[in-house]
């Protein structure tokens, strides 16, 4: 080979080497910042999303259309929607009381080479959150209809702006760092004329003129309910029974059980049982029972929605009680719900089968119950079976390999441990818990159940 030809090819392997370094390294260094801003355009569209559901679940006011609605103002929503979505998700929900914190924490994965937050707590903007009719021919003539039917007091009064539209936009921070000159004598960055912004819009028509409560279906079926239009007379005719004795007389016959434009909702006495099975009422106790149902529904919201449990609420008692029992795994825990709002402690009751004999499984419970700070109280207690087949409670089970002894070579059936776990707060408020573990079976398999009661020197409870 000639050497002007090697010549050659040894230059053109050094431009490549070059090229390379100017080319392929500032690429690779971009590239993550490349995924910070895909990772910012996905977060917009699923804070949209999630603004857009939330009106769907809670209005802007209260007046649903003769029931009591759940409301959440656009400012708190966007400020959920940023905390979620434009910050650190890992602290939105810790353990507070029973209840989420919604404070804003610095996404740590969006900084630049130089640790510059590119996100701040106000660069996500909740603009547009509103509810509107959705536009199509169907949604325009059944609205007409229904309108000019409300008008003479006969039709549903349906919901027809049941279109949430939401609209986000992030703007993001210039990431610093020094690329070149504008000119010699004024120095900039080239990522000073980024300037992105990341806007993202999602829109749900989820209305399903569903019942909200037992008030809005009383309100939607009396407005198409004939009598209902003659309902004042309820009045009329109480007053003439109670002149009367509580009876009509005359041209007026027994009028006590009239009530004009009453609508059935859920009353056990007059509704089949199996058409209640799913549905609780609250008992009616002087307007207790909103208390009620508001504590059944935040029990419920911090068991399910923050601690993972499945739920389910039994039917009233002769009291009004309700008991919510709620499960997750081998735990089940369960706690009365009076007609005032206030609780009983909760109970929990947790249940492990396991192939261990009776002390070993005991031990093993009460090693695990300490590492979570309960302390033994009394016991454990065991009771055994000897091979006459006396049964000993409170046996000395160190006198089972004694050949002298009555215990000797008996079967060790159960054993009880009480356990408590105390906490303080500060501030002289304190929380304790007492469990009672009992342990069941024999020398191969036993099965332990913890049941325990909490109890703290603050809050409502209630006992009877």
């Known amino acids: 080979m000639p050497a002007s030809a090697r010549r050659q090819r040894g230059q053109a392997i050094a431009e490549t080497i070059i090229a390379s370094a100017f080319l392929l390294v500032p690429l690779f260094l971009i590239m993550t910042l490349l995924m910070r801003y895909l990772s910012m355009d996905v977060a917009a569209q699923q804070a949209a999303r999630y603004a857009a559901f939330q009106r769907t679940v809670y209005m802007p006011n209260s007046n649903l259309r003769g029931a009591t609605a759940a409301t959440r103002s656009q400012a708190e929503i966007q400020a959920d929607t940023r905390a979620r979505f434009f910050g650190d998700p890992t602290g939105i929900c810790s353990q507070n009381g029973g209840l989420c914190s919604t404070a804003y924490q610095a996404q740590p994965l969006w900084e630049d080479a130089s640790g510059q937050e590119l996100v701040g707590q106000n660069s996500g903007t909740l603009g547009t959150l509103s509810n509107a009719a959705s536009g199509t021919l169907q949604d325009t003539l059944i609205g007409g209809i229904f309108s000019a039917l409300n008008v003479v007091g006969i039709g549903f009064d349906l919901n027809t702006s049941g279109l949430t539209t939401a609209q986000v936009s992030l703007v993001p921070n210039d990431p610093n760092g020094t690329i070149g000159y504008d000119n010699l004598a004024s120095p900039s960055t080239l990522y000073n004329h980024l300037a992105l912004t990341f806007n993202a819009q999602d829109a749900l028509l989820a209305d399903g003129w569903s019942a909200a409560n037992p008030g809005n279906v009383r309100h939607q079926i009396s407005s198409v309910l004939p009598t209902s239009l003659f309902s004042p007379l309820n009045s009329v005719i109480s007053a003439t029974n109670v002149s009367l004795g509580g009876k009509g007389y005359g041209l007026l016959?027994?009028?006590?059980?009239?009530?004009?434009?009453?609508?059935?909702?859920?009353?056990?006495?007059?509704?089949?049982?199996?058409?209640?099975?799913?549905?609780?009422?609250?008992?009616?106790?002087?307007?207790?029972?909103?208390?009620?149902?508001?504590?059944?529904?935040?029990?419920?919201?911090?068991?399910?929605?923050?601690?993972?449990?499945?739920?389910?609420?039994?039917?009233?008692?002769?009291?009004?009680?309700?008991?919510?029992?709620?499960?997750?795994?081998?735990?089940?825990?369960?706690?009365?719900?009076?007609p005032s709002g206030c609780t009983t402690p909760p109970q929990s009751s947790t249940t492990q089968t396991a192939s261990e004999s009776v002390m070993t499984l005991t031990q093993d419970q009460i090693n695990s119950l300490g590492n979570k700070g309960f302390s033994v109280s009394s016991g454990p207690s065991y009771t055994c079976v000897e091979t006459n087949g006396t049964t000993v409670t409170n046996c000395d089970t160190s006198q089972l390999g004694n050949k002298k002894s009555p215990l000797y070579q008996a079967t060790v059936t159960a054993s009880q441990t009480s356990l408590t776990q105390t906490t303080s707060y500060g501030s002289g408020l304190s929380s304790s818990v007492t469990g009672s573990l009992s342990v069941t079976g024999n020398n191969s398999s036993s099965t332990a159940t913890f049941v325990t009661s909490s109890s703290a020197s603050s809050g409502t409870t209630c006992s009877g």
């Open 253 to 338: 016959p027994d009028l006590s059980g009239l009530t004009l434009g009453y609508v059935l909702v859920n009353d056990p006495a007059e509704v089949p049982a199996d058409r209640l099975a799913n549905y609780n009422p609250p008992p009616n106790n002087g307007g207790n029972g909103n208390a009620q149902a508001q504590q059944l529904q935040t029990l419920t919201t911090i068991y399910v929605n923050q601690l993972g449990y499945t739920c389910s609420q039994s039917a009233p008692a002769g009291n009004g009680v309700i008991t919510l029992t709620c499960s997750i795994g081998s735990t089940t825990t369960t706690i009365d719900v009076y």
